[in-house]
């Protein structure tokens, strides 16, 4: 079992950058698929990108792809999203996520574990 919570989040202007983070706890991480999710209001929670357990593959919501980033740090417990050139309809909250294996990596319900999710918003 891994607890995780986000950090990061916060408000900034179209076209400007956040990094979210999602440290988790015990000596497991490196054990789990890892996701990130988001959801803005009236919205499904969204697929955003996701990683495998030891960092060699990376998938993206085509909606993102070429502005966001993830990646893990096993060692540390930690993984992140960069997010650049935010625009507002990445507005929402974003929630990491993990879980056993790589499988439909986009379902949210597939995912075991979430953080308590933090709130990105993006003024235009």
């Known amino acids: 079992q891994v607890q995780l919570v986000e950090s990061g989040g916060g408000l900034v202007e179209a076209g400007g950058s956040l990094r979210l983070s999602c440290a988790a706890s015990g000596r497991t991480f490196s054990s789990y698929f890892m996701g990130w999710f988001r959801q803005a209001p009236g919205e499904e929670r969204k697929f955003v990108a996701a990683i495998t357990r030891n960092g060699d593959q990376t998938y993206y919501a085509d909606s993102v792809k070429g502005r966001f980033t993830i990646s893990r740090d096993n060692a540390k417990n930690t993984g992140y999203l960069q997010m650049n050139n935010l625009q507002p309809e990445d507005t929402a909250v974003y929630y990491c996520?993990?879980?056993?294996?790589?499988?439909?990596?986009?379902?949210?319900?597939?995912?075991?574990?979430w953080g308590q999710g933090t709130q990105v918003t993006a003024s235009s």
């Open positions: 996520a993990a879980k056993d294996n790589i499988g439909w990596y986009t379902l949210a319900n597939k995912y075991d574990y």
